[in-house]
């Protein structure tokens, strides 16, 4: 079994080395609300679909797909920063091997408040701890 902290240097390492793709762009630095964005690393260890993320202007909640389970939380879009109101919480599927990393995917998300957020290309990067980076959809 590998300890949690190893399993947190790699999931750290995973996410901090997810690279460009090409991908649509937005006009005026405006945020992607209402669009599936793919984590652009492909999935996670043990997962068979690469993370989603959609931020809903109708129900004001950040959405995500990690491995086996939808994770959500009450959030809006600040300016440059997604402020996420309330505790993110998920399905309760078990996700054999992806599990540990689902578990600290919701962690990660779970004790951040504040996520500023930039496009760069076709990328959404969040400034998380660790760094998340999401590929938008052409339009």
């Known amino acids: 079994m590998v300890n949690r902290t190893a399993r947190n240097a790699f999931w750290a390492t995973l996410l ?9 762009t ?13 984590g652009a690393e492909g999935p996670l260890p043990g997962c068979r679909q690469a993370p989603t993320m959609t931020v809903s202007r ?3 909640h950040v959405h995500f797909r990690v491995c086996c389970n ?32 689902e578990d600290d995917f919701l962690q990660q998300i779970d004790s951040q408040r504040y996520l500023r957020w930039r496009l ?16 938008i959809p052409a339009s």
């Open 16 to 24: 901090f080395s997810l690279a460009a793709t090409t991908g649509g």
């Open 26 to 38: 937005l006009a005026n630095g405006s945020f992607p609300f209402d669009r599936e964005l793919a």
């Open 58 to 60: 109708q129900d004001r």
């Open 70 to 101: 939808r994770i959500s939380a009450p959030a809006g879009v600040e300016g440059e920063t997604i402020r996420i109101t309330g505790p993110a919480v998920s399905t309760r599927m078990h996700c054999g091997a992806g599990q540990a990393a």
């Open 120 to 135: 760069e290309g076709g990328m959404l990067l969040l400034e998380s701890n660790p760094p998340l980076r999401f590929r």
